[in-house]
């Protein structure tokens, strides 16, 4: 079924059973070789960050490009280890902070809430700590790997405890389709629209860069209330959750092209949280490599 990929997944299925002290000795010697030896993505990092920081002296920015490389080593074997996991460590390991608010946006549990994300802390783990503590299901929107040993692994990952991961390009038709009940639909929303995909140029760390208006569109046009979910790392291999109401219905489209307060707040806030804890945010990302000329 998966031939070419197998010897892949039963690596990695192998590692996610190893115990979390033997993970972190394997992920510092993983930080040595990414940061020191193999410099993955470090000139992405280092532009990233000063573009963002313009302010900072060489020294800070420096010093955040290591620390954020130790969290994405940790990151890299903690996603691993999540395969194997059991419900009550996802609940130890991550706290909640705002699950009064999420609650009483639902109506009681009556209805569901879309929820906006960034690649921070560990969204991996966020999904099933969420699950957990509140006895919701999950329904996170995701975009396929292309690796498809990794992508079976991720959806195999993100599958357990009765979540349900639905395709980027099926999550509209999905949503719509109106889920009865208190439902979490989870999307990491700063990823870069594809190309020609209509988008919403936004100032973002110092630079324009384009959103998708899949999220916007679908709180519209359900009326669902829209949070965001900030991850913070508390200390290594626990995290701390925390819900911020972006908007609350009812909305009103008023169809115009400038005007997208739901994407604004969650850009607003997305930044608020990068600059909160910058060295566990995702810089390696190549956020910015659209401008908006290519687009027009």
């Given at each position: 079924?998966?031939?070419?990929?197998?010897?892949?997944?039963?690596?990695?299925k192998?590692?996610s059973?190893?115990?979390f002290?033997?993970?972190?000795?394997?992920?510092?010697?993983?930080y040595?070789f990414a940061f020191?030896?193999s410099?993955y993505r470090?000139?992405?990092?280092?532009?990233?960050?000063?573009?963002a920081?313009?302010e900072?002296?060489?020294?800070y920015?420096a010093?955040v490009?290591?620390?954020f490389y130790?969290h994405?080593?940790d990151?890299a074997f903690?996603?691993i280890?999540?395969?194997?996991?059991?419900a009550?460590?996802?609940k130890?390991?991550?706290?909640?902070?705002?699950?009064?608010?999420?609650?009483?946006?639902?109506r009681?549990?009556?209805?569901?809430i879309?929820?906006?994300t960034i690649?921070?802390?560990?969204?991996?783990?966020?999904l099933?700590?969420v699950?957990q503590?509140?006895?919701v299901?999950?329904?996170?929107?995701?975009?396929?790997?292309?690796?498809?040993?990794?992508?079976?692994?991720?959806?195999?990952?993100?599958s357990?405890?009765?979540s349900?991961?639905?395709?980027m390009?099926?999550?509209?038709?999905?949503?719509?389709?109106?889920k009865?009940?208190?439902r979490?639909?989870?999307m990491?929303?700063?990823?870069?629209?594809?190309?020609?995909?209509?988008?919403?140029?936004?100032?973002?760390?110092?630079?324009?860069?384009?959103f998708?208006l899949g999220?916007?569109?679908i709180?519209?046009?359900t009326q669902?209330?829209v949070?965001?979910?900030?991850?913070?790392r508390?200390k290594?291999?626990?995290?701390?959750l925390?819900f911020?109401?972006l908007?609350?219905?009812?909305?009103?489209?008023?169809?115009?092209?400038?005007?997208?307060?739901?994407i604004?707040?969650?850009?607003?806030?997305?930044?608020?949280?990068?600059?909160?804890?910058?060295?566990?945010?995702?810089?390696?990302?190549r956020?910015?490599?659209?401008?908006?000329?290519?687009?027009?």
């Amino acid at each position: 079924m998966f031939q070419r990929d197998e010897p892949v997944l039963l690596f990695a299925k192998l590692i996610s059973r190893l115990p979390f002290k033997v993970i972190y000795f394997i992920s510092y010697f993983f930080y040595l070789f990414a940061f020191y030896l193999s410099k993955y993505r470090t000139g992405t990092v280092h532009k990233n960050l000063r573009q963002a920081f313009p302010e900072k002296r060489e020294a800070y920015i420096a010093d955040v490009a290591r620390q954020f490389y130790r969290h994405l080593s940790d990151l890299a074997f903690e996603v691993i280890k999540a395969h194997s996991m059991s419900a009550e460590a996802f609940k130890e390991r991550c706290s909640i902070v705002g699950a009064d608010a999420l609650e009483a946006a639902s109506r009681e549990r009556s209805r569901p809430i879309i929820v906006l994300t960034i690649h921070q802390g560990n969204w991996e783990w966020m999904l099933h700590s969420v699950s957990q503590h509140l006895g919701v299901p999950i329904d996170p929107v995701y975009k396929p790997l292309h690796h498809k040993g990794w992508n079976q692994f991720i959806h195999e990952i993100r599958s357990r405890f009765h979540s349900r991961p639905i395709p980027m390009k099926q999550a509209g038709r999905d949503i719509l389709k109106g889920k009865n009940g208190f439902r979490l639909f989870v999307m990491l929303a700063d990823q870069t629209p594809a190309e020609g995909e209509r988008s919403y140029w936004v100032p973002y760390l110092n630079k324009e860069a384009p959103f998708y208006l899949g999220a916007e569109k679908i709180a519209l046009l359900t009326q669902y209330p829209v949070f965001f979910a900030q991850c913070r790392r508390l200390k290594r291999g626990y995290y701390e959750l925390e819900f911020k109401a972006l908007a609350l219905p009812p909305y009103e489209n008023t169809k115009d092209e400038n005007h997208h307060p739901i994407i604004d707040a969650y850009v607003s806030a997305a930044q608020a949280a990068i600059y909160e804890q910058p060295e566990t945010f995702l810089w390696s990302h190549r956020r910015w490599k659209r401008s908006r000329k290519s687009d027009d």
